[in-house]
């Protein structure tokens, strides 16, 4: 069975360019999840996906990030423009959601590490 | 969701058993509690969950008391494979997606 695919697997840019992310997550799984892990720091959720609709992005820099799950498969995570603190390993995840039962059982990709000068 | 406190850094050697609890005070009914594990430049891997009392598969064993305050993963003869960062999660939402919340972790250093 595939993984989780992302792409690109690393990524430098200059601080105030643009970016973006691609995520193919595992087929048939309906919820995919971006997360953002600084050195040192577990991953934080920026947003979570059920098919093509948004169930959590509290935590997502609405002014510099968004992110879009188009047909509820692929999805890519932008952020316009970057700061230096944005420098991080940008992991995707997706898991398949069981009726009536519980779903924490997600399969993550490489991530892409993005650094920030 | 319930916030979860857990050990920073654990040193161990080969061929040990090793015990990593994790408190969550505030668990709700609906909660289930996972364990995932991640080794350097990878995303976190899942290696158990449980509701309560024990869970054991290939991997782990997980123990849950019968008022779920904590929780404690147990990994047997461990080896410098297993070197590595845990995380314990505590969550579950309505709308049966798992919510997938992650804290610092514990650092488990598995020496010779």
């Known amino acids: 069975e595939a993984g989780v695919a992302q792409s690109p697997r690393y990524k430098i840019i200059e601080k105030r360019q643009s970016v973006a992310f691609w995520c193919n997550p595992i087929?048939?799984?309906?919820?995919l999840y971006w997360y953002q892990q600084i050195l040192g720091q577990g991953p934080k959720l920026l947003i979570q996906f059920q098919n093509n609709g948004v169930v959590d992005d509290s935590q997502l820099p609405k002014d510099r990030f968004s992110a879009e799950r188009l047909k509820g498969v692929d999805s890519t995570l932008k952020i316009q423009p970057a700061k230096l603190e944005d420098s991080a390993v940008y992991l995707c995840?997706?898991?398949?959601?069981?009726?009536?039962?519980?779903?924490?059982?997600?399969?993550f990709g490489q991530g892409t590490r993005l650094t920030v000068v | 969701l319930a916030k979860t406190t857990q050990p920073i850094s654990m040193d161990s050697y080969e061929g040990q058993e090793v015990n990593i609890t994790c408190s969550h005070n505030?668990?709700?009914?609906?909660?289930?509690i996972t364990w995932y594990q991640q080794f350097p430049s990878q995303g976190p891997r899942f290696i158990i969950q449980?509701?309560?009392t024990k869970v054991t598969n290939e991997v782990a064993s997980l123990f849950i008391p019968a008022d779920r305050k904590s929780s404690t993963l147990s990994l047997p003869r461990v080896s410098l494979s297993d070197t590595a960062v845990y995380y314990c999660?505590?969550?579950?939402?309505?709308?049966?997606?798992?919510?997938?919340?992650f804290g610092q972790g514990t650092t488990l250093q598995v020496k010779p």
């Open positions: 995840a997706s898991s398949f959601p069981t009726e009536g039962a519980m779903s924490t059982e997600a399969f």
């Open positions: 505030n668990i709700a009914t609906n909660d289930y």
């Open positions: 449980g509701y309560k």
């Open positions: 999660l505590v969550g579950y939402d309505s709308s049966n997606t798992g919510k997938l919340i």
């Open positions: 087929s048939g799984h309906a919820t």
